[in-house]
């Protein structure tokens, strides 16, 4: 059977949290499971989609994961489903009928219908953080649309023209609801019971048929704002969490005698050439100078050193080592170094003493 080889590679940046890398071994980072007690699944996914790193580092911010929640997913999409549910409950008995649309009802459901096109296509390139925007902006229509029409203005004497007002913002929100099942599906399927619509399943899913009336079910505000209390109950929460998580150290190694010790021969080397070797993320080909002669050696930290940043620096390196090939270069000595989780630097004199010196 041939294989299925990968045809796009969709990358993003990195995302920190309140300004600071995330972390987990320093408990600076969110917990999904303790996020999950606090806020639904979808406030998180809408927030993570709405602030993607797709070509620069973002960071997530509880202030600004409040602030999009309430802005945007309450006052724009929530109000929407809430202010057509609630006429239509009031006024047509919680059902809105099948409507003849006029012209201005078609240019809006046609500008709808580019926008759905759009994130369609978005999706297809991974453009996650762009559909956003883009379906957020078929609720914004939809708003504006509602608020042109003035049905609370004309319920009276012309409920024809309320009924297309609430069919064309229902529409809208039909498209939505499927538009973004992808970013956040258990918010949509639950928009969807409550227009009395199945669970999305196909994009085609994506308009009610023109001839069948929306038979609302048992209505309820979309989602919930996120209060100031809530945001600095997490941010304390992350704060106090950081500060408890014990750094964890490796065990020390065994005792030695001192004649074990007096064994290494640990000289200060400056380092004159660098280069990656080839097919290798984690190594550098080195070529020192420690006073007596020069030598060449591998070590592995390319991931923390750009190559031509290390020439000319005086570093400390254990010469006696027994010489190993590593990828084909034979290895003479290793360079001395601290590592502490993922950082490492290279250790040498606070002062360049000359290539040679013992270190003792």
């Not at 996020?35 to 509880?62: H, I, M, T």
């Not at 953080?129 to 004497?157: H, S």
Request: with cysteine; glycine share 4%; proline share 5%.
């Amino acid at each position: 059977q041939p294989y299925c080889l990968p045809h796009d590679v969709p990358a993003n940046e990195f995302m920190n949290l309140e300004g600071d890398k995330i972390s987990t071994s320093k408990n600076w980072a969110i917990w999904v499971n303790e996020f999950l007690q606090d806020f639904p699944a979808d406030y998180l996914r809408y927030y993570l989609a709405v602030n993607a790193p797709e070509k620069g580092d973002s960071d997530f911010s509880f202030a600004d994961f409040q602030l999009r929640i309430n802005s945007e997913l309450n006052n724009v999409l929530g109000n929407l489903a809430n202010r057509v549910f609630a006429f239509a409950s009031k006024h047509f008995e919680g059902v809105i009928p099948a409507v003849e649309y006029d012209e201005h009802a078609c240019s809006v459901i046609q500008e709808a219908w580019d926008l759905i096109n759009q994130a369609n296509d978005g999706y297809r390139e991974y453009q996650v953080k762009k559909n956003t925007r883009i379906i957020m902006d078929v609720a914004r229509l939809g708003n504006r649309y509602f608020d042109e029409r003035k049905p609370w203005a004309v319920i009276k004497e012309d409920k024809d023209q309320v009924a297309v007002t609430l069919r064309v913002c229902a529409d809208l929100l039909a498209m939505i609801s499927v538009a973004f099942y992808p970013i956040m599906p258990q918010s949509m399927n639950k928009l969807r019971a409550m227009m009395g619509l199945a669970e999305v399943e196909t994009w085609d899913n994506a308009l009610q048929d023109a001839s069948l009336a929306y038979q609302l079910q048992e209505t309820q505000p979309l989602f919930r704002k996120v209060s100031d209390a809530e945001v600095e109950e997490q941010l304390a929460k992350l704060h106090s969490g950081s500060q408890e998580q014990a750094v964890e150290y490796e065990e020390p190694k065994p005792l030695i005698n001192f004649d074990d010790f007096a064994k290494m021969d640990i000289r200060v080397a400056k380092i004159l050439e660098a280069a990656r070797v080839p097919k290798t993320d984690k190594l550098l080909h080195l070529k020192v100078d420690i006073g007596f002669e020069t030598r060449e050696l591998v070590a592995g930290i390319a991931q923390s050193y750009e190559p031509e940043k290390l020439i000319g620096r005086h570093v400390a390196m254990l010469i006696n080592l027994e010489p190993r090939k590593i990828r084909g270069v034979l290895s003479q000595g290793m360079i001395l170094a601290a590592s502490f989780e993922d950082e490492l630097a290279v250790t040498g004199p606070l002062s360049d003493l000359p290539p040679g010196s013992v270190i003792r």
